[in-house]
């Protein structure tokens, strides 16, 4: 009924900067909140950061200030600039919506992930 896909994952850096993007597509009615978790080797996975429908941000504090969350309700979007990487920013990214498709029913949907490897 929902998908989301991520773009924008590489290999980058230290001090380098990346631009992920995520589609949203399918029965959808409204999403409230978009946002970016990611996953590294060995540990579970943690909050990025969020974005609610109205722009109202919050960030891990792991990376506040070097990363930006932002997002294109017209498009169904959600984006992550991360600047200043580092090499524990190294997992896997992925993206999630919380929404109510066209029957009424309240979901959660994530994507399928996006690698981003920081290192020299």
């Known amino acids: 009924q929902v998908q989301l896909v991520e773009s924008g994952g590489g290999l980058v850096q230290p001090g380098g900067s990346l631009r992920l993007s995520c589609a949203a597509s399918g029965s959808i009615f409204s999403i409230y909140v978009m946002g970016w978790y990611r996953q590294a080797p060995g540990k579970q996975r943690e909050l990025v950061a969020i974005i609610t429908n109205t722009g109202s941000t919050n960030y891990a504090d792991s990376v506040k200030g070097r990363f930006t969350i932002s997002r294109d309700n017209a498009k169904n979007m959600v984006y992550l600039q991360m600047n200043s990487l580092k090499p524990e920013d190294t997992a896997v990214y992925y993206c999630?919506?919380?929404?109510?498709?066209?029957?009424?029913?309240?979901?959660?949907?994530w994507g399928q992930g996006t690698q981003v490897t920081v290192s020299s």
């Open positions: 999630n919506a919380d929404l109510l498709v066209v029957t009424g029913k309240r979901v959660g949907s």
